[in-house]
């Protein structure tokens, strides 16, 4: 049988789209429980003066990117077979990387000018 | 319960027909036939024209899948009573060319099967004194699961990847490959991974799962290609980063 070789890239996007999965379970809930549901409705009050040294501290600023990223880079590798396979859109490879990469790391961008 | 049940089987015979059609047969409805027994009813009683393949009626020689009510299924394992009052609809295995009736064309499977090198590799030519390899139960236990796979290509029927990427190795393939290199005897695990970390090899596999709900023995090999998708990821990207350390 004759077969393409090894392919790095796919190694590369499987494991951030594996690792975007991991931290995003891991991370998205309980954001989204705390800034979604427990402050809006009184239920854990922080100090203003508090949450504002946790937001401003470099190490959560840092932690917040490489969430977004990773986040994105998961979305990016499931929304490219989406249209790969779902819409069977695959003779389209070469703009749909551009789109589906190119827009994780355009957010990427965005997520680090809104943080920094 | 009555006491019959309608067939409506694919027919197909390339040199008569230009598409495949259905036809109907009435079968007694026994309580402990399997739709293979209906089809063998209908082979034996009512038209011996019908083609389809069997052999072990017991769920191990993997050669009477079919699609029954639209699931790839092992006819030898499905009894017609769970289908009561009918009719059932069997059809030939997707995702695979069909030569005849119920009988699929299964070359590409085959071609695909020795090229992940399923036996023993060894570095060493072991003399005869040498053979025998002590494995522990932890090790058995290790690769045990993978090696129940009868290749009866149910996981390809079910697979939609395959049916979009022929050249997609496939799951059975891929299981198969992992059944060996999770092997503690085996040393060949660096063969295979030069075919399956390849846009052919795992990383078609989207992880849809249906192979593994379609796997009448548990190989589970959904479970073996992600888990796969691990080890190739690894060391592809080892051997990018530090060449000198190839393998
Ligand atoms: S993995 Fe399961 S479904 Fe696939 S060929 Fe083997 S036994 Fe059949
Ligand atoms: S006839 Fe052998 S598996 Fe069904």
């Known amino acids: 049988m004759t077969m393409a070789k090894r392919s790095s890239s796919e190694a590369m996007a499987w494991l951030l789209f594996s690792a975007g999965g991991v931290v995003s379970a891991l991370l998205v809930p309980v954001l989204l429980l705390l800034s979604g549901v427990l402050f809006p409705l009184g239920l854990l009050v922080p100090e203003h003066a508090h949450l504002a040294a946790v937001l401003g501290h470099p190490l959560t600023k840092v932690v917040l990117l490489g969430l977004c990223m990773l986040a994105l880079l998961h979305w990016a590798h499931r929304f490219r077979y989406t249209l790969y396979d779902g819409l069977r859109l695959k003779r389209l490879s070469v703009p749909i990387n551009l789109l589906c990469y190119g827009g994780a790391l355009a957010g990427s961008v965005w997520a680090a000018i809104v943080l920094f | ?247």
């Open chain 2, 1 to 247: 319960m009555p006491d019959t049940i309608t067939l409506q089987v694919a027919r197909y015979r390339p040199d008569a027909d230009a598409a495949p059609t259905t036809q109907e047969y009435v079968v007694p409805l026994r309580e402990e036939w399997a739709v293979l027994d209906g089809l063998n009813y209908i082979k034996d009683r009512l038209d011996g024209t019908l083609s389809f393949r069997w052999s072990c009626r017991m769920g191990i020689c993997g050669s009477c899948g079919m699609t029954v009510n639209g699931n790839p299924v092992l006819t030898c394992g499905t009894f017609l009573t769970d289908y009561a009052p009918g009719p059932i609809r069997i059809e030939p295995l997707a995702n695979f060319p069909v030569v005849r009736d119920l009988v699929v064309e299964i070359e590409d499977f085959l071609r695909k099967l020795p090229a992940v090198k399923p036996w023993l590799v060894r570095e060493d030519e072991q003399g005869v004194d040498d053979v025998e390899f002590l494995q522990t139960p932890a090790q058995l236990a290790e690769y045990q699961q993978y090696s129940m796979c009868i290749n009866c290509m149910l996981c390809y029927a079910a697979c939609p990847v395959y049916a979009l990427e022929p050249d997609f190795l496939g799951p059975a393939a891929i299981a198969l490959a992992q059944r060996y290199n999770l092997d503690s005897r085996d040393q060949g695990a660096h063969q295979r991974l030069d075919l399956l970390a390849t846009a052919q090899g795992v990383w078609a596999c989207t992880y849809v799962g249906e192979c593994t709900s379609a796997c009448p023995k548990g190989v589970d090999p959904a479970g073996a290609i992600q888990r796969y998708k691990l080890t190739a990821a690894t060391r592809t990207l080892r051997s990018v980063l530090m060449p000198w350390a190839a393998r």
